[in-house]
C-alpha cells in the first residue's frame, strides 16, 4: 500500500520560531510536492521538487523554503513563523509522469497553528 | 496561466440520489489531463477519476462518471447512488501534458445527508 506520512498532524508554534514539517513517501517516487490548503482558496503549490537537490518555486513560495537531501523526504521550512502561515499543510509525491497520468499522492496534512 | 473554478462551494443531497459537482477550467493547452480528488473529513486526499484531454469518451469508475466537454471547457463530476461515505470535499485539478504540477480548483463540501 503506497504510502505518504507527514511528521505532525497538529503543529502550534509562535511567531517567530523556525518551523520544519517533515514529509516522507516510501514509493520511490521522483517528484515530490509541499500544498498549503485555505478555505476558498484550495490548494496552492508551495514548492516542488523533482529530485534530490533539486526545487522549483510554486506560486506561493515566499517565507518557505525547502530541502530535499534525500529521495524519500522532503521538507518544507518556516524560517521565521507569522500569523498568516497558519494554515493545513499537505504534501505529495509522484513519479515523473510526462504523458502519463502520474497521479499524486498525498500525505495526511499538518494542521500548524502560528500564535 | 491555468485557472480552475469550481462555483459550488457547498452542497448537500439525499442519501441514494445522484449529485453532479460542476468544474471549469481556462488554459491555452490542447494536452492535458484533468482529474477529480476526495478529501473525506480528517482524511487524506485521494484520487477519485482522471480524463485525458484527448479522450472523448467520459470516465467511468463505479459510480463515478464525469461529463467532459473539452469546448466548453467542462469537467462535471457526477456520482450516483450516493453514499454516506461520500461526504468529502471535493476538488478539481487540472495538469498539462508534460508538466508535473497540479493546479486545484477551490473545493466543493459535499454532504450526504442520511
Known amino acids: 500500500d503506497v504510502k505518504v506520512t507527514q511528521s505532525s498532524r497538529y503543529l502550534v508554534k509562535r511567531t517567530g520560531e523556525k518551523v520544519f514539517l517533515e514529509c516522507v513517501q516510501d514509493?520511490?517516487?521522483?517528484?515530490m510536492f509541499w500544498y498549503r490548503q485555505d478555505p476558498g482558496l484550495g490548494l496552492r503549490l508551495i514548492y516542488f521538487?523533482?529530485?534530490?537537490?533539486?526545487?522549483e518555486k510554486g506560486d506561493i513560495p515566499e517565507g518557505y523554503s525547502v530541502s530535499r537531501e534525500k529521495k524519500e523526504r522532503f521538507s518544507l521550512i518556516l524560517e521565521s513563523a507569522s500569523t498568516n502561515q497558519t494554515s493545513m499543510y499537505l504534501c505529495?509525491?509522484?513519479?515523473?509522469?510526462?504523458?502519463?497520468?502520474?497521479?499524486?499522492?498525498f500525505g495526511p496534512g499538518t494542521r500548524l497553528t502560528v500564535l | 496561466a491555468q485557472t480552475v473554478t469550481q462555483s459550488q462551494p457547498e452542497m448537500s443531497v439525499q442519501e441514494a440520489e445522484t449529485v453532479t459537482l460542476s468544474c471549469t477550467y481556462d488554459?491555452?493547452?490542447?494536452?492535458?489531463?484533468l482529474f477529480w480528488y476526495k478529501q473525506p473529513p480528517s482524511r487524506q486526499m485521494i484520487l477519485v477519476i482522471r480524463?485525458?484531454?484527448?479522450?472523448?469518451q467520459n470516465a467511468t469508475e463505479n459510480r463515478f462518471s464525469v461529463n467532459f466537454q473539452k469546448a466548453a471547457k467542462s469537467f462535471s463530476l457526477k456520482i450516483s447512488d450516493s453514499q454516506l461515505g461520500d461526504t468529502a470535499m471535493y476538488f478539481c485539478?487540472?495538469?498539462?501534458?508534460?508538466?508535473?504540477?497540479?493546479?486545484f480548483g477551490t473545493g466543493t463540501r459535499l454532504t450526504i445527508i442520511p
Open positions: 521538487s523533482y529530485d534530490v537537490k533539486m526545487k
Open positions: 488554459t491555452s493547452e490542447n494536452n492535458y489531463y
Open positions: 485539478a487540472f495538469r498539462v501534458f508534460g508538466n508535473e504540477k497540479l493546479t
Open positions: 514509493m520511490d517516487h521522483e517528484n
Open positions: 505529495a509525491s509522484s513519479s515523473p509522469g510526462g504523458g502519463d497520468y502520474n497521479e499524486q499522492f
Open positions: 480524463q485525458e484531454a484527448y479522450k472523448q
